[in-house]
T-cell receptor
Framework: AQTVTQSQPEMSVQEAETVTLSCTYDTSESDYYLFWYKQPPSRQMILVIRQEAYKQQNATENRFSVNFQKAAKSFSLKISDSQLGDAAMYFCAYRDSGAGSYQLTFGKGTKLSVIP | ETGVTQTPRHLVMGMTNKKSLKCEQHLGHNAMYWYKQSAKKPLELMFVYSLEERVENNSVPSRFSPECPNSSHLFLHLHTLQPEDSALYLC?????????????FGPGTRLTVL
């Protein structure tokens, strides 16, 4: 079974600085999808960024980028120029790519605080 | 209304009560999900419906009963719950067969079982 591990329960970053959240996963599949979700205190979970395993290029969405290391099964999230609105729980998630694969496997999350 | 909505946002119930959680998606998706989010635990997938048919049931106790009358609505019927069932219940939807099958989440229902 796939597992997702987020080893940092809490992180903090100074406003305007850069922070990296780590995520590792375990799978025997060669093709799959990886996601980072953000859950602010209002609780609505929103997708931040996504990556297909067969794509070598790291995904980027504005201030958010990932460092995808397939061999190491690592998928870290970098937030540049951190803003107060970035404070939230961040969840890393994995999904098989096969047809009919619905299960998203989540990590336990990392609580990010942004210091003004 | 846009996105995925859930009602009620908060619910307190006794162990002998019967209640229902409602989820509605306004995204034209054809798959819907129920998740349980407990403190310090990963999100747990409870049920998946695709095209109104249940496709996954992750060993959830029978005191939780899902219902999907159409592709836009999903219910979770609750009866004789236990205090350990207190959690945030999240609904999500996605477009099945999409490349990423990206899931969009609702705001959740905070359930407290006394």
């Amino acid at each position: 079974a796939q597992t997702v591990t987020q080893s940092q329960p809490e992180m903090s970053v100074q406003e305007a600085e850069t922070v990296t959240l780590s995520c590792t996963y375990d799978t025997s599949e060669s093709d799959y999808y990886l996601f980072w979700y953000k859950q602010p205190p209002s609780r609505q979970m929103i997708l931040v960024i996504r990556q297909e395993a067969y794509k070598q290029q790291n995904a980027t969405e504005n201030r958010f980028s990932v460092n995808f290391q397939k061999a190491a099964k690592s998928f870290s999230l970098k937030i540049s120029d951190s803003q107060l609105g970035d404070a939230a729980m961040y969840f890393c998630a994995y999904r098989d790519s096969g047809a009919g694969s619905y299960q998203l496997t989540f990590g336990k999350g990392t609580k990010l605080s942004v210091i003004p | 209304e846009t996105g995925v909505t859930q009602t009620p946002r908060h619910l307190v119930m006794g162990m002998t009560n019967k209640k229902s959680l409602k989820c509605e998606q306004h995204l034209g998706h054809n798959a819907m999900y129920w998740y349980k989010q407990s403190a310090k635990k990963p999100l747990e997938l409870m049920f998946v419906y695709s095209l109104e048919e249940r496709v996954e049931n992750n060993s959830v106790p029978s005191r939780f009963s899902p219902e999907c009358p159409n592709s836009s609505h999903l219910f979770l019927h609750l009866h004789t719950l236990q205090p350990e069932d207190s959690a945030l219940y999240l609904c999500a939807s996605s477009q099945d067969q999409g490349i990423y099958n990206e899931q969009f989440f609702g705001p959740g229902t905070r359930l407290t079982v006394l």
